[in-house]
């Protein structure tokens, strides 16, 4: 039912196209049919990777492993062709549907925190039984010994509602790949992502060239929720009106993890071993700084490996 619908909202676009636009004697080349809910990047160069070094040794002041940057070199030009990439992190509810929809596991975070109960079961389960599951399972904030069922009800629809438009996370790469599949889309390249995030003149961030923790979710400060809604942060736009590619949750990519053409760095990772992951994400606490938000920034993970702090988006 799902796909017939968005292969429905396209023949609509395409007609719509047809009837608006050009005669079959006149040039067509050039048009594009814009699918909902993504951003257009036209074909062309764009500058990649960087040739930053860490001569502040940071890596040394906050303990890591490994050298910074060194991954990201050198910086060079790569041409891609034209497509289209999804303009938000795929949401919590956007997924609770392939869930559905398309026979899916849930994320493991779901089981534990309730978001996978279905609501038909909750309005059938006793006043009992409800008090049970908002305790243990949603982990309600209150005594809810003394609530009603339908308060109970009115509590737990609140909650999930918050959930909803939240990105989706504790997914695998398989995972990703296989929602992409089910919506006719695809994961990003490494490189698509890229360009997406910070243009073709290789902004050092998606808004610009400065830091400015204002302009995207680190994690830090006071807020009740460590990962934001997609699309609310409106200062973390790339050049392309793509959003949260500064922070918010990092995102799976199409890409097993390599050096770059030109590059003498060699890790043990590289090879068909991980699989990039691109952005920043919220809830980093102490590493909360500048260089892990840069659109430049690498990092990579077992493709099987899940983490609340890890999403994605399509394209095509």
Not at 27 to 45: D, N
Not at 214 to 231: C, D, H, M, S, Y
Not at 281 to 300: D, L, M, N, Q
Request: proline fraction near 4%.
């Amino acid at each position: 039912m799902r796909l017939n619908l968005f292969k429905n909202t396209l023949l609509f676009t395409t007609i719509v196209a047809i009837a608006i636009g050009c005669s079959e004697d006149e040039e067509t080349e050039g048009q594009v049919l814009l699918e909902p809910g993504m951003v257009f990047i036209e074909a062309g160069e764009f500058i990649a990777g960087s040739n930053k070094v860490d001569d502040k040794g940071l890596a040394k002041e906050f303990g890591f492993v490994g050298e910074l940057y060194v991954d990201e070199h050198p910086q060079h030009k790569v041409f891609l062709k034209a497509y289209q990439i999804d303009q938000y992190e795929v949401s919590n509810l956007e997924y609770k549907r392939f869930v559905i929809e398309g026979d899916y596991q849930e994320p493991v975070p779901w089981v534990q925190n309730g978001y996978n109960v279905r609501w038909e079961i909750l309005e059938r389960s006793s006043v009992e039984r409800l008090r049970s599951i908002a305790d243990d399972y949603f982990q309600l904030d209150a005594d809810v010994s003394q609530f009603s069922k339908a308060e109970l009800l009115e509590q737990l629809s609140a909650l999930q509602s918050q959930r909803d438009p939240l990105p989706v996370t504790g997914v695998s790469w398989f995972d990703a790949f296989s929602y992409c599949q089910w919506r006719e889309k695809r994961l990003p390249s490494e490189m698509e992502w890229e360009k997406a995030a910070r243009g073709a003149h290789g902004f050092e961030y998606p808004w610009g060239n400065q830091w400015d923790e204002t302009k995207t979710n680190t994690g830090e400060g006071e807020q009740e929720l460590t990962v934001f809604p997609v699309g609310v942060v409106k200062g973390d736009k790339s050049p392309y009106d793509a959003f949260d590619m500064g922070g918010n949750v990092s995102e799976w990519t199409n890409d097993w993890y390599q050096a770059y053409p030109g590059s003498n760095y060699v890790d043990e990772a590289f090879g068909d071993i991980h699989r990039v992951v691109r952005g920043g994400g919220a809830g980093v606490g102490h590493y909360a700084i500048s260089t892990f938000f840069r659109s430049a920034r690498r990092a990579h993970a077992d493709p099987t490996q899940i983490s609340t702090d890890v999403g994605f988006r399509c394209a095509k």
